[in-house]
Protein backbone atom coordinates (compact mmCIF):
# COMPACT_ATOMS: atom_id res chain seq x y z
CA UNK A 1 0.00 0.00 0.00
CA UNK A 2 1.49 3.56 -0.95
CA UNK A 3 0.53 6.52 0.45
CA UNK A 4 1.74 9.77 -0.03
CA UNK A 5 2.39 12.00 2.90
CA UNK A 6 1.69 16.18 1.98
CA UNK A 7 4.46 18.15 4.48
CA UNK A 8 2.24 19.22 7.19
CA UNK A 9 1.52 22.98 6.63
CA UNK A 10 0.66 25.14 9.63
CA UNK A 11 -0.60 27.96 7.80
CA UNK A 12 -3.18 26.01 5.77
CA UNK A 13 -4.93 24.73 8.39
CA UNK A 14 -4.92 28.39 9.81
CA UNK A 15 -6.03 29.51 6.68
CA UNK A 16 -9.21 26.98 6.54
CA UNK A 17 -10.26 28.19 9.78
CA UNK A 18 -10.39 31.85 8.30
CA UNK A 19 -11.63 31.00 5.78
CA UNK A 20 -14.89 28.90 7.72
CA UNK A 21 -14.76 32.24 9.65
CA UNK A 22 -15.48 34.35 7.01
CA UNK A 23 -18.00 31.95 5.59
CA UNK A 24 -20.10 31.35 8.83
CA UNK A 25 -20.48 35.66 9.63
CA UNK A 26 -21.04 35.87 5.58
CA UNK A 27 -24.22 34.89 5.56
CA UNK A 28 -24.01 33.53 2.69
CA UNK A 29 -24.11 29.01 2.50
CA UNK A 30 -21.42 26.44 2.53
CA UNK A 31 -21.61 24.80 -1.00
CA UNK A 32 -23.65 21.89 0.05
CA UNK A 33 -24.82 23.23 3.08
CA UNK A 34 -28.70 22.65 4.07
CA UNK A 35 -29.66 26.27 3.88
CA UNK A 36 -32.39 27.81 5.77
CA UNK A 37 -32.24 31.31 5.11
CA UNK A 38 -34.51 33.29 2.96
CA UNK A 39 -34.13 34.04 -0.10
CA UNK A 40 -32.00 32.62 -1.62
CA UNK A 41 -29.45 34.84 -2.97
CA UNK A 42 -27.16 34.42 -5.80
CA UNK A 43 -24.32 37.28 -6.13
CA UNK A 44 -21.76 38.27 -8.53
CA UNK A 45 -19.51 40.95 -9.27
CA UNK A 46 -16.61 42.07 -11.86
CA UNK A 47 -14.26 45.66 -11.50
CA UNK A 48 -17.67 47.81 -11.91
CA UNK A 49 -20.10 46.54 -9.08
CA UNK A 50 -21.93 43.93 -7.06
CA UNK A 51 -25.20 42.19 -8.36
CA UNK A 52 -27.36 40.29 -6.39
CA UNK A 53 -30.16 38.68 -7.15
CA UNK A 54 -32.69 36.88 -5.16
CA UNK A 55 -36.03 34.84 -6.32
CA UNK A 56 -39.37 36.52 -4.58
CA UNK A 57 -42.56 36.06 -6.60
CA UNK A 58 -45.87 37.50 -5.85
CA UNK A 59 -44.02 39.45 -3.39
CA UNK A 60 -45.78 43.33 -2.49
CA UNK A 61 -42.93 45.91 -3.17
CA UNK A 62 -44.03 48.01 -1.12
CA UNK A 63 -43.19 45.71 1.80
CA UNK A 64 -40.15 44.94 0.42
CA UNK A 65 -37.06 46.89 2.63
CA UNK A 66 -33.40 47.08 1.53
CA UNK A 67 -30.68 48.32 3.84
CA UNK A 68 -27.27 48.88 2.23
CA UNK A 69 -23.73 49.86 3.74
CA UNK A 70 -20.31 49.69 3.24
CA UNK A 71 -19.91 46.07 3.11
CA UNK A 72 -23.85 44.59 3.90
CA UNK A 73 -27.04 44.51 2.41
CA UNK A 74 -30.01 43.25 4.22
CA UNK A 75 -33.54 42.13 2.25
CA UNK A 76 -36.69 42.44 4.56
CA UNK A 77 -40.09 41.90 3.60
CA UNK A 78 -43.10 40.19 4.24
CA UNK A 79 -45.18 37.46 2.12
CA UNK A 80 -49.22 38.05 3.79
CA UNK A 81 -50.87 34.92 4.70
CA UNK A 82 -54.07 36.23 3.66
CA UNK A 83 -56.60 33.91 5.76
CA UNK A 84 -58.64 32.00 3.01
CA UNK A 85 -62.52 33.04 2.21
CA UNK A 86 -65.22 30.91 4.13
CA UNK A 87 -65.41 27.89 2.05
CA UNK A 88 -61.88 27.73 0.92
CA UNK A 89 -59.08 25.05 2.34
CA UNK A 90 -55.82 24.69 0.88
CA UNK A 91 -55.30 21.08 -0.21
CA UNK A 92 -51.92 22.24 -0.24
CA UNK A 93 -49.48 24.56 0.96
CA UNK A 94 -46.26 25.23 -0.13
CA UNK A 95 -45.54 28.76 -0.83
CA UNK A 96 -43.81 31.38 1.76
CA UNK A 97 -46.03 32.70 4.04
CA UNK A 98 -44.27 34.71 6.68
CA UNK A 99 -41.45 37.45 7.24
CA UNK A 100 -38.42 37.20 6.22
CA UNK A 101 -35.12 39.15 6.61
CA UNK A 102 -31.67 38.08 5.54
CA UNK A 103 -28.68 40.02 6.10
CA UNK A 104 -25.22 39.13 3.77
CA UNK A 105 -21.98 40.56 3.63
CA UNK A 106 -20.38 41.79 0.51
CA UNK A 107 -16.85 40.66 -0.76
CA UNK A 108 -16.11 44.26 -1.56
CA UNK A 109 -16.88 47.70 -0.48
CA UNK A 110 -19.48 49.28 -2.51
CA UNK A 111 -21.12 53.02 -2.41
CA UNK A 112 -24.44 52.45 -0.50
CA UNK A 113 -25.17 55.91 -2.31
CA UNK A 114 -25.46 54.28 -5.90
CA UNK A 115 -27.46 51.19 -5.47
CA UNK A 116 -30.19 50.22 -8.24
CA UNK A 117 -32.86 47.95 -7.33
CA UNK A 118 -35.73 46.34 -9.72
CA UNK A 119 -38.48 43.47 -9.78
CA UNK A 120 -39.33 41.81 -12.65
CA UNK A 121 -40.92 38.68 -13.28
CA UNK A 122 -40.29 38.04 -9.47
CA UNK A 123 -37.36 38.40 -9.28
CA UNK A 124 -35.19 41.25 -7.11
CA UNK A 125 -32.24 42.98 -8.68
CA UNK A 126 -29.69 44.17 -6.88
CA UNK A 127 -26.68 46.62 -8.54
CA UNK A 128 -24.24 48.20 -6.42
CA UNK A 129 -21.74 49.96 -7.51
CA UNK A 130 -18.14 49.77 -5.96
CA UNK A 131 -16.76 53.24 -5.34
CA UNK A 132 -13.87 54.78 -7.32
CA UNK A 133 -10.93 54.29 -4.77
CA UNK A 134 -11.83 50.73 -4.54
CA UNK A 135 -12.08 49.89 -7.99
CA UNK A 136 -9.08 47.19 -8.91
CA UNK A 137 -6.27 49.21 -10.40
CA UNK A 138 -3.66 48.14 -12.73
CA UNK A 139 0.31 49.16 -11.49
CA UNK A 140 2.51 49.66 -14.16
CA UNK A 141 5.61 48.49 -13.14
CA UNK A 142 9.06 51.34 -14.57
CA UNK A 143 11.75 49.81 -15.44
CA UNK A 144 14.28 51.05 -12.76
CA UNK B 1 -27.82 38.05 11.55
CA UNK B 2 -30.26 36.11 9.47
CA UNK B 3 -33.96 35.46 11.14
CA UNK B 4 -35.93 33.68 8.71
CA UNK B 5 -39.11 32.68 9.72
CA UNK B 6 -40.84 31.63 6.44
CA UNK B 7 -42.43 28.05 6.70
CA UNK B 8 -41.60 26.94 2.92
CA UNK B 9 -38.73 25.30 1.89
CA UNK B 10 -35.90 27.78 0.15
CA UNK B 11 -34.36 24.73 -1.94
CA UNK B 12 -35.41 24.14 -5.26
CA UNK B 13 -36.27 20.64 -6.03
CA UNK B 14 -35.98 18.09 -9.11
CA UNK B 15 -39.58 17.83 -10.16
CA UNK B 16 -41.54 13.95 -9.42
CA UNK B 17 -41.83 12.51 -13.06
CA UNK B 18 -45.21 10.61 -13.03
CA UNK B 19 -43.86 7.58 -14.45
CA UNK B 20 -40.61 7.55 -12.38
CA UNK B 21 -38.06 8.08 -15.69
CA UNK B 22 -35.73 10.78 -15.25
CA UNK B 23 -35.04 13.83 -17.05
CA UNK B 24 -32.57 14.07 -20.53
CA UNK B 25 -32.25 18.20 -20.84
CA UNK B 26 -29.95 20.21 -21.01
CA UNK B 27 -30.85 22.90 -18.73
CA UNK B 28 -31.92 21.93 -14.94
CA UNK B 29 -35.57 21.58 -14.17
CA UNK B 30 -37.21 22.60 -11.17
CA UNK B 31 -40.44 21.63 -9.69
CA UNK B 32 -42.39 24.92 -8.29
CA UNK B 33 -43.74 25.37 -5.18
CA UNK B 34 -47.45 24.75 -5.22
CA UNK B 35 -50.46 26.43 -3.52
CA UNK B 36 -53.74 24.51 -3.95
CA UNK B 37 -57.21 25.96 -2.81
CA UNK B 38 -60.24 23.94 -3.06
CA UNK B 39 -63.10 26.05 -2.94
CA UNK B 40 -66.61 25.46 -3.63
CA UNK B 41 -66.88 25.92 -7.66
CA UNK B 42 -63.32 25.57 -8.45
CA UNK B 43 -59.27 24.76 -7.70
CA UNK B 44 -56.86 26.83 -7.81
CA UNK B 45 -53.33 26.45 -8.30
CA UNK B 46 -51.04 28.76 -7.32
CA UNK B 47 -47.02 28.22 -8.45
CA UNK B 48 -44.06 30.02 -8.23
CA UNK B 49 -42.37 30.50 -11.29
CA UNK B 50 -40.05 33.13 -10.90
CA UNK B 51 -38.50 34.65 -13.57
CA UNK B 52 -41.43 33.89 -16.23
CA UNK B 53 -43.76 35.55 -17.93
CA UNK B 54 -47.03 34.65 -19.55
CA UNK B 55 -45.13 33.80 -22.73
CA UNK B 56 -42.62 31.68 -20.75
CA UNK B 57 -45.23 29.52 -19.46
CA UNK B 58 -47.35 27.08 -20.69
CA UNK B 59 -50.15 24.09 -19.73
CA UNK B 60 -50.87 20.70 -20.94
CA UNK B 61 -53.66 18.77 -20.41
CA UNK B 62 -53.47 15.46 -21.53
CA UNK B 63 -55.48 12.62 -20.14
CA UNK B 64 -55.75 13.25 -16.04
CA UNK B 65 -52.78 15.02 -16.23
CA UNK B 66 -52.03 18.72 -16.06
CA UNK B 67 -48.39 19.85 -16.43
CA UNK B 68 -47.45 23.52 -15.67
CA UNK B 69 -44.56 24.26 -17.59
CA UNK B 70 -42.40 27.63 -17.52
CA UNK B 71 -39.31 28.32 -18.92
CA UNK B 72 -36.82 31.08 -17.44
CA UNK B 73 -33.60 32.44 -18.99
CA UNK B 74 -30.70 33.55 -16.28
CA UNK B 75 -30.02 37.24 -16.53
CA UNK B 76 -27.28 38.18 -19.04
CA UNK B 77 -24.84 39.28 -16.51
CA UNK B 78 -21.44 38.89 -18.98
CA UNK B 79 -18.40 40.14 -17.63
CA UNK B 80 -19.43 38.89 -14.18
CA UNK B 81 -17.92 36.24 -11.69
CA UNK B 82 -20.09 34.36 -9.51
CA UNK B 83 -19.05 35.07 -5.90
CA UNK B 84 -22.12 32.99 -4.94
CA UNK B 85 -24.81 31.28 -6.19
CA UNK B 86 -27.52 29.75 -3.42
CA UNK B 87 -30.23 28.90 -6.14
CA UNK B 88 -30.50 27.43 -9.85
CA UNK B 89 -31.90 29.28 -12.85
CA UNK B 90 -33.63 26.91 -15.11
CA UNK B 91 -36.79 25.28 -15.94
CA UNK B 92 -40.10 24.87 -13.94
CA UNK B 93 -42.14 21.86 -14.78
CA UNK B 94 -44.67 19.81 -12.63
CA UNK B 95 -47.79 17.83 -13.10
CA UNK B 96 -50.92 16.94 -11.16
CA UNK B 97 -53.40 14.84 -11.36
CA UNK B 98 -56.65 15.84 -11.74
CA UNK B 99 -60.13 14.15 -11.22
CA UNK B 100 -63.25 14.02 -13.91
CA UNK B 101 -65.16 16.88 -11.81
CA UNK B 102 -62.67 19.89 -13.30
CA UNK B 103 -64.71 21.32 -16.44
CA UNK B 104 -61.53 21.64 -19.02
CA UNK B 105 -62.66 24.27 -21.55
CA UNK B 106 -63.04 26.44 -18.71
CA UNK B 107 -59.42 26.53 -17.21
CA UNK B 108 -57.98 29.90 -16.89
CA UNK B 109 -54.30 30.91 -16.57
CA UNK B 110 -52.53 34.02 -15.18
CA UNK B 111 -48.56 35.30 -14.44
CA UNK B 112 -48.04 37.73 -12.68
CA UNK B 113 -44.82 38.69 -11.06
CA UNK B 114 -43.69 35.32 -11.61
CA UNK B 115 -46.58 34.11 -10.03
CA UNK B 116 -48.52 31.12 -12.06
CA UNK B 117 -52.35 31.16 -11.08
CA UNK B 118 -54.58 28.36 -12.85
CA UNK B 119 -58.31 28.04 -11.74
CA UNK B 120 -59.32 24.71 -12.68
CA UNK B 121 -64.08 25.42 -12.72
CA UNK B 122 -65.61 22.09 -11.24
CA UNK B 123 -68.26 20.81 -13.79
CA UNK B 124 -71.47 21.71 -12.73
CA UNK B 125 -73.11 18.03 -13.01
CA UNK B 126 -69.94 16.82 -10.94
CA UNK B 127 -72.21 13.94 -9.11
CA UNK B 128 -72.43 10.79 -9.84
CA UNK B 129 -74.94 10.25 -12.84
CA UNK B 130 -78.33 8.83 -11.80
CA UNK B 131 -79.53 6.32 -15.07
CA UNK B 132 -83.14 5.71 -14.78
CA UNK B 133 -83.32 1.90 -14.98
CA UNK B 134 -86.74 0.68 -17.40
CA UNK B 135 -88.97 -2.19 -17.16
CA UNK B 136 -87.02 -4.68 -20.24
Known amino acids: ?144 | MENGTVTAQAQKHEPQSPDGAERARAQAVYAPRVDIIDSKDSLHLVADVPGADENDTEICLEKNVLTIRASVRPPNLEGYTAVETEYGIGEFERSFTISNEIDREGIEATVKDGVLRVRLPKAKHAGAQKISVRAG
Open chain 1, 1 to 144: MRRTFTPWDPWRELNQIQTEMNRMFSGLARPGQRREAFPAINMYHNAESVVLTAELPGLDTEKLDLTVTGRAITIRGAYGKAPLPDGETYLRQERPTAEFSRTVELPVAVDPQRAEASYEKGVLFLKLHRPEEHKPRKVTIRKG
